[in-house]
């Protein structure tokens, strides 16, 4: 089956501290996997994607890493900021198609 | 900056109701979906439509559900019969090309 899920539904961070949220997914069938944002009463907001084909990408303050081997997708944020304070989904879009596929997500708290 | 509008923010209607949900997606963009959120759980893919047709659906798409863009701007989602079930938020989005997704702010949908 397709499924995308999380490995922790929480993480809390100091202000300043690298925060990672991790991700795995069981459906190889996809051509991107991409992280979105969600902030309270709002929809989601794209941070970075990779394609398939790529193991790593850099954005702004974001990295993103993805483990063919073992299915495992990673965002790692760096000098984490209040503003940072949101629920994180990763999400994979099917090659060849139009679906995106989301996952549990992660509420990401930073401590001031 | 061009964003994705959604309208109402919030519709309460009852069982058995009809309610139109309403998005203008950015305009030089191809590619529409629907997703639903139910309340503390992930983003769910409902429908793509792409060059005036559904492109895709997910198994939640069924006979209830319809969507429309009936002219160059908007693109609307139908529930003909809605169901306690239902409830959820209900976000818009679109893409030009690319994973990228744009997504609207939300419609609230209560369903009593």
């Known amino acids: 089956g397709e499924s995308v899920g999380l490995h922790l539904p929480t993480l809390s961070v100091q202000e300043g501290d690298n925060s990672i949220i991790n991700c795995a997914y069981s459906?190889?069938?996809?051509?991107?996997f991409i992280w979105y944002k969600q902030e309270s009463g709002k929809g989601p907001q794209f941070i970075i994607d990779i394609r398939s084909n790529m193991d790593k990408r850099q954005g702004q303050r974001v990295t993103v890493l993805l483990n063919k081997t073992v299915k495992h997708l990673s965002l790692q944020i760096a000098a984490t900021q209040p503003g940072d304070s949101a629920v994180y989904f990763c999400a994979e879009k099917v090659t060849g198609g139009f679906k995106t596929i989301f996952g549990a997500g992660t509420r990401l708290f930073v401590k001031a | 900056e061009p964003e994705v509008t959604q309208t109402p923010s919030h519709q309460v209607t009852q069982m058995g109701q009809e309610v139109i949900l309403r998005c203008v997606p950015i305009s030089n963009h191809l590619y529409f979906y629907w997703y639903r959120q139910i309340l503390g759980q992930k983003v769910e893919f409902l429908v793509s439509?792409?060059?005036?047709?559904?492109?895709?659906k997910s198994e939640i798409f069924d006979d209830q559900f319809s969507v429309e863009r009936p002219d160059g701007s908007n693109f609307t989602l139908k529930i003909r019969s809605t169901k306690l079930e239902d409830s959820a938020m209900y976000f818009c989005?679109?893409?030009?090309?690319?994973?990228?997704?744009?997504f609207g702010p939300g419609t609230r949908l209560t369903v009593t």
């Open positions: 989005a679109s893409r030009r090309s690319g994973p990228e997704q744009y």
């Open positions: 459906n190889s069938a996809s051509d991107y």
């Open positions: 439509f792409y060059n005036n047709e559904i492109s895709e």
